[in-house]
């Protein structure tokens, strides 16, 4: 008996199968804190220490005469980190600066795997045999929404913790009930209430703009690969679709280069600015 022919995915299941993340079970409801997505932890990590390499490398090769281009080329991301870490944090920078530059050069690596061809990887994957272990991979963690509210958490409890380390636990809460509005007992609630709402917002847009914005530029990558694969579904414009896809893909990839860069650059001077805030007494 013949083997059965391996099933064509049409456009729409194509797409939804490169936006399901390899995870130890399926979501089932929209808030499920037991799923783990696997892809999202391996390529997020294997960026973060990536990112310690290259910080490690410049470190190593450091010299006072005349630097590489490598050396200077960190040396001008550090005094643009530190230029903008002077403007917003009053107070000691030694663990802000080097925290705002190591979440610039990590979202920025985790955004630039955005530039990877979508079938890349799967396809290396299934060159490997290892297809049904590995039935999906996302690579881009900054495009699952665990990931960029996993990191706008982290800053959410720096803000608290520097917040009470520089008011003290006292001010900060009095800060709590007396700020914007005033200290007059009638306004403590919507003062509280005010603050809860800021901190919440504050967490919630560095996390959803982050994700907003790759979550859309795959998704574009997804569309845009579509176009070179229209003979794979029965249509009739394969050539123009190759051509399109050629096109529009590389167009949109040097587009996306800046959102890459220009995304990592607003999250990083986001955690600055409520770092700074934190700061600030009122």
């Not at 799967?122 to 963690?141: E, N």
Request: aromatic share 12%; no cysteine.
């Amino acid at each position: 008996m013949a083997a059965s022919e391996p099933h064509v995915l049409d456009p729409s299941e194509y797409i939804a199968h490169h936006l399901t993340f390899f995870s130890n079970k399926p979501q089932t409801s929209v808030v499920d804190f037991s799923i783990i997505n696997y892809d999202t932890l391996f390529w997020s990590i294997l960026t973060g220490v990536l990112t310690i390499f290259i910080l490690w490398l410049a470190a190593r090769k450091v010299t006072s005469g005349v630097p590489s281009r490598y050396q200077g080329a960190i040396e001008m991301l550090v005094e643009l980190v530190e230029d903008q870490s002077k403007a917003m944090i009053h107070g000691s920078r030694a663990f802000i600066a080097p925290l705002a530059l190591t979440v610039f050069i990590w979202v920025a690596l985790m955004n630039t795997l955005d530039l990877v061809p979508v079938d890349l990887v799967t396809r290396i994957i299934g060159v490997l045999g290892l297809s049904t272990v590995i039935p999906h991979q996302r690579i881009v963690p900054t495009a699952d929404v665990n990931a960029t509210f996993g990191m706008a958490l982290g800053i959410f409890v720096l803000m608290l913790y520097y917040s009470v380390k520089i008011k003290g636990l006292g001010g900060w809460l009095h800060e709590l009930i007396s700020a914007p509005f005033g200290a007059h007992p009638l306004l403590w609630i919507p003062n509280l209430g005010l603050n809860i709402i800021e901190y919440v917002a504050k967490t919630v847009s560095l996390g959803m703009r982050l994700f907003g914005n790759m979550y859309a530029g795959e998704l574009l990558f997804l569309l845009i690969a579509l176009l070179g694969g229209l003979w794979s579904f029965d249509l009739n414009f394969g050539v123009l679709g190759f051509i399109a896809h050629v096109i529009a893909g590389s167009v949109w990839a040097i587009f996306h280069i800046l959102i890459v860069l220009l995304q990592a650059f607003i999250f990083m001077m986001l955690t600055l600015v409520y770092l700074g805030q934190a700061h600030d007494k009122h």
